[in-house]
T-cell receptor, first 112, second 119 residues
Framework: DAKTTQPPSMDCAEGRAANLPCNHSTISGNEYVYWYRQIHSQGPQYIIHGLKNNETNEMASLIITEDRKSSTLILPHATLRDTAVYYCIVRVEFSGTYKYIFGTGTRLKVLA | GAVVSQHPSRVICKSGTSVKIECRSL??????MFWYRQFPKKSLMLMAT?????????EQGVEKDKFLINHASLTLSTLTVTSAHPEDSSFYIC???????????????FGNGTRLTVT
């Protein structure tokens, strides 16, 4: 019952921007979008989250469409160490609490 | 930043034995922690939500008697895999959210996972 869809894989040249899309068409008005990445055999690492305004931090930028049905994570200058699986997550409210359901993610490969 | 520590990072056990995995929030309090499992080349699958001072909420298809969860304090949750079998071999990951103040949209922070191998 993942609420997000992402392309299964993408390649990006080292030094170029990596743009990772995510569809979350059923997102509700007050739900945030969270992005994580997972490098092999480690726990997911938090990258960024947002509600409706674009966000930027030291790792990435997050662009959310005006209708909030999709978003794009931008790694401005990808490095080989950015090779990972990137997950876009929307919380699911259930019986008065929240769950965080992972979709299949995008496997990003940064090429030298 | 918020740190979640998970222990052990790797464990090998014999079929039929039980294994306990600990998840600690090191510098924040967490009334809720989440347990996931992950098979090779697959996404994380939510197993259960661990609530401090009350029973855990299990996802459909997850056996509560097999995967015992205890959340006795605001900084510690444990997952015990009872009577482990080879099919329980997997990567188990815990996560917690810092609820200090009213930052309820604050992100989840994940431990580095426990790789369980049942022989």
């Amino acid at each position: 019952d993942a609420k997000t869809t992402q392309p299964p894989s993408m390649d990006c040249a080292e030094g170029r921007a990596a743009n990772l899309p995510c569809n979350h068409s059923t997102i509700s008005g007050n739900e945030y979008v969270y992005w994580y990445r997972q490098i092999h055999s480690q726990g997911p690492q938090y990258i960024i989250h947002g509600l409706k305004n674009n966000e930027t931090n030291e790792m990435a930028s997050l662009i959310i469409t005006e209708d909030r049905k999709s978003s794009t994570l931008i790694l401005p200058h990808a490095t080989l160490r950015d090779t990972a699986v990137y997950y876009c997550i929307v919380r699911v409210e259930f019986s008065g609490t929240y769950k965080y359901i992972f979709g299949t993610g995008t496997r990003l490969k940064v090429l030298a | 930043g918020a740190v979640v520590s998970q222990h052990p990072s790797r464990v090998i056990c014999k079929s039929g034995t039980s294994v306990k995995i600990e998840c600690r929030s090191l510098d924040f309090q967490a009334t809720t922690m989440f347990w996931y499992r992950q098979f090779p080349k697959k996404s994380l699958m939510l197993m259960a939500t661990s609530n401090e001072g009350s029973k855990a909420t299990y996802e459909q298809g997850v056996e509560k008697d097999k995967f015992l969860i205890n959340h006795a304090s605001l900084t510690l949750s444990t997952l015990t895999v009872t009577s482990a079998h080879p099919e329980d071999s997997s990567f188990y990951i815990c996560s917690a959210r810092d609820l200090q103040g009213l930052r309820y949209n604050s992100p989840l922070h994940f431990g580095n996972g426990t790789r369980l191998t049942v022989t």
